[in-house]
């Protein structure tokens, strides 16, 4: 994709600015010298072709493209007039700044989905503790909201069953008063009662089996242990070792690794 060669004006409400951007892959320019103002609170579309290098355009955009295998990006993209490829500036801030959202939602696969929910947080620095609930708001709201059937995400930490329930609660009344509110005032596509529909991602059949098993196995080694520890006590009190255990110049580890070790 290229574009004819032109100087950027800067507007009054211009937020972003691309200037001559050129985007290579090992040394091989995908895009060439694209300017594109952007202002600010306005929807800018890129339309093409497939593989014309829209959403290589749009990485250079954050700084993600240099991330790509062999990513270079030449030219300047301004953020309120400080070039983000300027030296001294943070890569992570400016994609904090500047987010993408891609077509496709791809999770981490070394995460589990506890920590592709709280990956943004952990970034950003936020303690683990600290997050119990988190309200999900899908990209298009404000389209299925005025269809009918607009849904909100709610994923709270079931680690509390009491803190889950208060979470989910608060969660659902704020949502109830902004529905009641949105229908007191007559705007169109004001939602009706707010219905929870609860997903367990583990064992989402239900199943007691599989809750009962892990902890009954637990209780039982648990008990399994106790008894070990009080028999093996018995039995060295019983043969008259006990007292010669106390006055053994030997350490703690090294009786422990002697009545293991066959």
């Known amino acids: 994709m290229a574009a004819p060669e032109r100087a950027v004006t800067p507007a009054t409400d211009t937020h972003m600015a691309a200037e001559r951007v050129t985007a ?6 995908a895009i060439a010298d694209v300017s ?29 493209h240099e991330l790509s295998d062999g990513g270079t990006v030449r030219g300047r993209v301004l953020l309120d007039d400080v070039d983000i490829y300027g030296p001294g500036v943070d890569a992570v801030g400016v994609r904090r700044r500047v987010g993408m959202v891609f077509q496709r939602a791809t999770t981490f696969p070394t995460m589990s989905i506890a920590g592709n929910v709280a990956a943004g947080l952990r970034v950003n620095g936020v303690p683990r503790r600290e997050v119990d609930g988190i309200v999900r708001i899908p990209g298009d709201f404000a389209r299925a909201l005025h269809r009918g059937d607009a849904e909100l995400q709610i994923l709270v930490h079931g680690a509390d069953a009491n803190r889950a329930r208060i979470i989910q609660a608060y969660a659902e009344g704020a949502v109830g008063q902004w529905a009641a509110r949105q229908g007191a005032e007559g705007r169109a596509g004001a939602p009706g009662p707010v219905q929870v529909q609860s997903r367990l991602w583990f064992n989402e059949a239900f199943e007691s089996r599989y809750f009962l098993v892990p902890g009954l196995v637990v209780i039982i080694m648990t008990l399994i242990g106790a008894l070990l520890t009080a028999l093996g006590i018995a039995r060295e009190w019983e043969r008259g070792t006990l007292e010669a255990l106390f006055v053994t110049p030997v350490r703690p580890e090294e ?8």
């Open 24 to 29: 290579l892959y090992h040394g091989r320019p």
């Open 255 to 262: 009786i422990l690794l002697g009545k293991t070790v066959p």
């Open 36 to 64: 594109l103002p952007l202002a600010r609170r306005a929807i800018t579309a890129v339309i093409g072709p497939s593989g014309c290098g829209k959403s290589t355009f749009l990485r250079c955009l954050n700084r993600m």
